[in-house]
């Protein structure tokens, strides 16, 4: 995708699955797939568990439940030509996992695990699921995109940051949190910060917060940190070698000017750091 040229088209597919009917959500999921395509949209998103509903709690027990949502989305992975689909499904391995599917190309290319699992309020995930282990990237376009689960974006650190360490310049969050009276803006903050903290755009189901950065090469990235790395780099340097010399920085026309350019190389290493990514929610 040519720098800062086209656009990464998302669909957010709010659904409104029923608990356990894994054949009425799989046919609401395949023709939002459809709808998104005929929309000209590269990535669609549902939320989390779309497919078996929201939450099953001991559906899950059952062995026969996990083995006809596994049918059922690789069902739904044949549809995705020309496309790209997060589903969110119980995935029934060593253990059993909230995860998230990404299908590509007729078939599930790739599968992401919930790491942190809520157990309070309405939440009781620790009881039915095993945690993710890893974080999850998946490149669209020429735009590497991670993936978290509700709860996994709440948290400051990993994976969100892991992904974003990673490269990911889009962080898609599928979730099925409740709804709550005077939340929403609260919940918006949250995103906005998360989008600050990697520098990463934030795509979640009811919100959308872009952050755009620029970046023409890795030669271009290099340059970016060594902008914002240098002015803390001199500070230090200069605080050893003549401690005086500090309090000049804050008394003195030159030390505002100093400072001044300082923050002037920060901001332009900041926007400097990765290519601006254009995105249609």
Request: aromatic share 8%; glycine share 10%.
């Amino acid at each position: 995708m040519p720098t800062g040229q086209d656009l990464l088209k998302v669909a957010l597919a709010q659904i409104n699955p029923t608990v356990g009917d894994i054949p009425g959500n799989a046919r609401k999921i395949g023709e939002r797939i459809a709808a998104a395509r005929d929309e000209g949209a590269a990535l669609v998103v549902f939320p989390e568990l779309t497919l078996s509903g929201y939450p099953p709690e001991d559906l899950l027990l059952k062995t026969s439940f996990l083995e006809h949502a596994a049918s059922a989305l690789q069902e739904l992975a044949a549809q995705t030509r020309g496309i790209v689909a997060l589903v969110g499904f119980p995935e029934s391995a060593e253990d059993v996992y909230n995860a998230a599917a990404v299908l590509a190309d007729g078939e599930i290319a790739a599968i992401y695990r919930k790491m942190y699992l809520p157990n309070y309020g309405v939440f009781d995930e620790q009881r039915y699921f095993q945690s993710g282990a890893e974080a999850g990237v998946f490149e669209l376009n020429g735009v590497p995109i991670g993936i978290t689960i509700c709860e996994d974006i709440w948290e400051p650190g990993p994976p969100a940051m892991t992904e974003a360490l990673a490269g990911a310049q889009v962080i898609v969050n599928l979730s099925a949190s409740p709804y709550r009276v005077g939340y929403g803006h609260g919940r918006e903050r949250m995103l906005v910060q998360r989008a600050v903290d990697n520098l990463a755009a934030v795509v979640r189901e009811r919100f959308k917060i872009l952050r755009q950065v620029r970046v023409h090469s890795a030669h271009g990235r290099f340059t970016g940190y060594v902008l914002l790395a240098l002015p803390a780099f001199l500070g230090v340097s200069l605080m050893y070698l003549n401690p005086g010399m500090m309090k000049l920085l804050f008394t003195e026309r030159m030390g505002y000017m100093m400072v001044t350019g300082a923050i002037v190389l920060q901001t332009i290493g900041f926007f400097w750091i990765r290519k601006v990514i254009n995105i249609e929610v």
